[in-house]
């Protein structure tokens, strides 16, 4: 752990995307643990926020000196409908502008801060089936993996000046909140829940809890740099995810939605996101001494829907 970060009040924290799903439960649990955060917002500023607009490649520098750290979670949704050619140039956009900017901002402070804790994706690691990935293996050369190779590369410039810089490489955040397990409830409280295609395809996964915690620790411990998994350590298939799922809300959860339907409804989206394997494992994130809060999936659906 860094000492100096760890000593009374934590410091200030820099925040984007602190309106998002993520970004929601990190604030609190930032207050909890002593820390002071800073929402960057694309509105006029309230106090104690800071103003951005990464499409027009502005940010308050005045309002951002002091901070101790930052941390980068902004990004449009890779899952919100089929990939257009504007819904692309969002997805990339909305990843790769904000983090340059951030970047090369907190480059130019008179007091850098200490860390920047970068959001990145698993997604990088392509479709590569049965395969254990972690944070050595090779990268994807489809969309989601060309994406988040520019996205890790936009933080160069926070590196280069000094900052310590950690990315995030995100599974599929489990929360009732938003996101992926948000979206699926309804048509499993319904009965009508199932394995997407095949169902053969693992899932990466982690619990909303553990994906703050994953930051906190990437915040604090000062081996924490480069890429890190941010993954529960038992990834498990599309259809044991069904199965587990369906037993957490004592529903059915067998009528699978095919392949070529899923094709028809959500074009490439639906083999770069819907039906893409990654296997992945916080190689890590263990080796940095974190401890999951949930380690299984069982523990986590039952920790996520008895709130």
């Given at each position: 752990m860094d000492e100096t970060l760890t000593?009374?009040?934590?410091?200030?924290?820099?925040?984007?995307?602190?309106?998002?799903?993520?970004?929601?439960?990190?604030?609190?649990?930032?207050?909890?643990?002593?820390?002071?955060?800073r929402a960057l917002v694309r509105r006029a500023a309230?106090?104690?926020?800071?103003?951005?607009?990464?499409?027009a490649g502005t940010l308050d520098l005045v309002a951002l000196e002091g901070v101790d750290a930052a941390v980068h979670l902004a990004g449009e949704s890779v899952a919100a409908?089929?990939?257009?050619?504007?819904?692309?140039?969002?997805?990339?956009?909305?990843?790769?502008?904000?983090?340059?900017?951030l970047a090369e901002s907190l480059a130019r402070l008179r007091r850098p801060p200490r860390v920047l804790v970068a959001a990145s994706a698993i997604g990088i690691y392509g479709d590569r089936g049965d395969t254990p990935l972690d944070e050595t293996s090779a990268l994807g050369a489809d969309f989601l993996a060309s994406?988040?190779?520019?996205?890790?590369?936009?933080?160069?410039?926070?590196?280069?000046?000094?900052?310590?810089?950690?990315?995030?490489?995100?599974?599929?955040?489990l929360a009732t909140e938003g996101g992926a397990l948000e979206r699926m409830l309804t048509p499993f409280k319904l009965g009508v829940g199932g394995p997407l295609g095949s169902g053969?395809?693992?899932?990466?996964?982690?619990?909303?809890?553990?994906?703050?915690?994953?930051?906190?620790?990437?915040?604090?411990?000062?081996?924490?740099?480069?890429?890190?998994n941010a993954v529960a350590p038992e990834p498990v298939r599309n259809a044991e995810f069904a199965a587990r799922l369906g037993?957490?809300?004592?529903?059915?959860?067998?009528?699978?939605a095919p392949a070529f339907a899923l094709r028809a409804l959500f074009g490439e989206m639906a083999d770069g996101a819907l039906l893409a394997s990654q296997r992945v494992v916080p190689a890590r994130l263990t080796a940095l001494g974190y401890r999951?809060?949930?380690?299984?999936?069982?523990?986590?659906?039952?920790?996520?829907?008895?709130?």
């Open positions: 000593q009374g009040s934590a410091g200030s924290v820099a925040v984007t995307g602190a309106s998002g799903l993520l970004g929601s439960a990190l604030l609190p649990a930032l207050r909890s643990a002593g820390w002071n955060p309230r106090p104690g926020e800071v103003e951005w607009d990464p499409a409908g089929r990939w257009t050619a504007e819904a692309k140039r969002r997805i990339r956009d909305s990843r790769i502008l904000g983090t340059r900017l994406v988040g190779k520019e996205w890790e590369a936009a933080a160069k410039p926070a590196s280069d000046a000094g900052i310590r810089v950690v990315q995030l490489r995100f599974g599929i955040i053969r395809q693992w899932m990466s996964w982690i619990a909303i809890d553990d994906a703050v915690g994953a930051v906190l620790e990437a915040l604090t411990n000062e081996a924490a740099r480069g890429p890190i037993e957490a809300l004592h529903r059915p959860s067998v009528l699978p999951f809060k949930y380690p299984t999936l069982p523990e986590a659906l039952e920790a996520i829907l008895g709130r």
